[in-house]
């Protein structure tokens, strides 16, 4: 094998990938793939971080994994599993998540190569921010059914992940949630980000699904439903009771419904039908909990009742089972719906059917409600192939230093089911000038743990040695701790603020009298136990250079529209008096003749007498 892959990439590619230390984050779907092919390819040593277990609906794609691993580590069992293709290779795994402290950026630092193949935005996020914080390559993958991308991040030389800004989770108002649902979603969102939250959660948390800002469609519904939290929040009290299943049902499923049925907002769409439990409990007295076990096809609302007898029944045990094992001074225990739980999602299956009958919506099998609720989109193992075999592919420009052919060849890829083009190529773009993250400047500042203060870092060297003016504003993560008007925290020592080895803070430049403001600068914290000089208890570890923003171009004003061909004015048209040919008001100047609009399909160009520019409109 190892013959074969230096004939075909050559001893030096081949060379250099067999020294290569590289990360792999994630190992479902395309991480499996991605693993396999870089062990067979012959890369030295790959590192594999994933905090996910593996679960029955994996097994189609992820083909590392078999039957008698369900509910063990997913990186673990990759690591043991590619090994056998080639026992060499040197693999390192780890069961945990890529945000743990552990994985700081001078981890990041020690790798030639990062590869991202994971499943959700904010830990996409955090990669993209650390691999630009290490100056370590990132090679960035994703896949949506039929679709997949693939795209090379460099810092200062490409797009980063958040240049572009991304599609934000689906949210629904509270007021369609509660009390006009008409879709099966509806019904699934309320059981999942309502009803389990208010039983085993905590319902100060506002869920991402649910729109609770307050307006005036809104303000009545979130009044009301804080009345219903502390209404369930006293049911929850007869929680493990025969009780608790039939307090909630008639709670959910009957009262809140006969209030709803009693306001006028009926007259135009057919009210709800309350439930009642003693003919639910009646007509399910033959059904079995094993029900729960078919997926494929509708539940009945009499085997929807089961399951939700069931389901309350295990959840229950589980907290009650937490609630005994949690420390007094530790965080409350909670139990957070999870795709894969087959408790929760039971619990949600069978209360989104119940509710659904309720508002006469059809119903949804346990597999659907499963995609709905999870956010699931179907994964395709052919994508999930390609879309790995492409990442080495750009692995090997990155290697070589050969952005440029990664540019022209490899930067996007999409794989489309119209069978037209399998693979769409588009050149890399250049960072976004205005990015929140990759147009930040980092750098590390090395302090003296025991007697470094903000006041040093503000004067030695922000002032001092990087020339910033007097007003600039200091953020712990969000936390503003410096100011013009906060300068009480100047005194304090940087270990009182919070700020220990491997923290950071970002410095922003807020004068802009003159010139445009800098862009923004994080400085990560790098602590000494001995003194690193008396006069002088903080240094940067290396010399900076803070760029400018780019000036931003005024916005045409309401009177005038400005033209601009490049970056040079060609001249402006004005609002006023647009076109002052008699008898034809909404006609247009085309080439010296007045056209009725939608008359003509050549390019119309607007002459101003005025100005020497012209706008074609095409």
Not at 169 to 196: A, D, E
């Amino acid at each position: 094998m190892a013959s074969s892959v230096k004939r075909s990439l050559g001893a030096e590619l081949t060379d250099t990938i067999k020294k290569s230390r590289v990360l792999l984050v994630g190992a479902g779907g395309i991480g499996c793939e991605l693993l396999k092919n870089l062990v067979m390819t012959g890369f030295g040593e790959v590192h594999i971080v994933d905090l996910d277990t593996i679960d029955l609906s994996n097994l189609n794609r992820q083909f590392l994994f078999r039957h008698e691993h369900i509910k063990q580590s997913k990186a673990l069992v990759a690591k043991e599993a590619a090994q056998k293709f080639r026992p060499s290779a040197k693999l390192e795994a780890y069961h945990a998540n890529i945000t743990e402290k552990r994985f700081n950026v001078e981890w990041f630092k020690s790798f030639d190569l990062v590869f991202n193949a994971l499943d959700n935005l904010a830990a996409r996020r955090h990669v993209n921010f650390m691999c630009l914080s290490a100056a370590v390559p990132l090679i960035e993958s994703g896949t949506t059914g039929f679709n997949g991308q693939v795209q090379v991040i460099v810092k200062g030389e490409t797009e980063c992940y958040d240049c572009n800004p991304k599609e934000t989770p689906k949210s629904f108002p509270i007021c369609t949630i509660r009390t006009t649902p008409s879709q099966p979603i509806h019904c699934i969102v309320w059981g999942k980000s309502y009803l389990l939250p208010e039983l085993f959660g905590t319902s100060e948390d506002s869920p991402d699904e649910l729109d609770t800002v307050e307006t005036a469609d809104n303000a009545g519904e979130l009044e009301q439903l804080q009345k219903e939290a502390r209404a369930l929040k006293d049911i929850r009290q007869s929680m493990g009771s025969d009780e608790f299943p039939r307090k909630i049902f008639e709670k959910v499923f009957k009262d809140d419904i006969e209030r709803l049925r009693s306001v006028d907002m009926w007259k135009e769409r057919s009210p709800p039908e309350s439930l009642d439990y003693d003919k639910l409990q009646k007509e399910s007295s033959s059904i079995e909990p094993t029900i729960s076990a078919i997926d494929q096809r509708e539940w009945t609302p009499p085997e929807a009742f089961v399951v939700f007898k069931e389901s309350l029944y295990r959840l229950s045990k589980r907290f009650k089972k937490l609630q005994e094992i949690s420390s007094p001074d530790g965080p409350a225990p909670i139990l957070t719906f999870d795709k894969d739980d087959v408790d929760t999602l039971d619990f949600v299956a069978a209360t989104a059917i119940l509710r659904g009958a309720i508002f006469g919506i059809e119903p949804s099998s346990k597999f659907d409600i499963k995609q709905m609720a999870g956010n699931i989109i179907p994964a395709i193992a052919t994508t999930n192939a390609m879309t790995a075999g492409l990442c080495v592919l750009q692995a090997f420009k990155v290697l070589q230093d050969d952005l440029a052919n990664a540019k022209m060849w490899w930067s996007k890829v999409f794989l489309e089911r119209s069978g037209a083009r399998a693979l769409n190529s588009d050149s890399l773009n250049p960072p976004r000038p205005d990015c929140p993250v990759c147009s930040v400047v980092h750098g590390e500042v090395n302090i003296d743990a025991t007697n470094a203060t903000l006041g040093d870092i503000v004067e030695d060297i922000l002032r001092a040695e990087l020339g910033y003016g007097e007003e600039i504003a200091i953020n712990k993560g969000s936390e503003i701790i410096y100011d013009p008007d906060l300068e009480e925290n100047l005194v304090m020592k940087l270990s009182e603020l919070g700020l220990d080895n491997d923290s950071s803070i970002t410095i922003k430049d807020e004068d802009d009298q003159e010139r445009s403001p800098r862009v923004d600068l994080q400085l990560r914290i790098v602590t000494r136990t001995e003194t690193i000089n008396e006069s002088k208890p903080v240094a940067l570890t290396r010399s900076l250079e803070i760029p400018r923003k780019p000036k931003q171009i005024p916005k045409p004003t309401s009177d005038e529209i400005h033209l601009t061909s490049g970056s040079t004015a060609i001249g402006k048209r004005k609002r006023e008096n647009e076109d002052e040919s008699v008898g034809v008001p909404a006609a247009k100047k085309v080439a010296g003749a007045a056209v009725s609009d939608g008359q003509s399909n050549e390019p119309i160009v607007l002459d101003d007498d005025d100005d020497d520019g012209v706008l074609i409109i095409d």
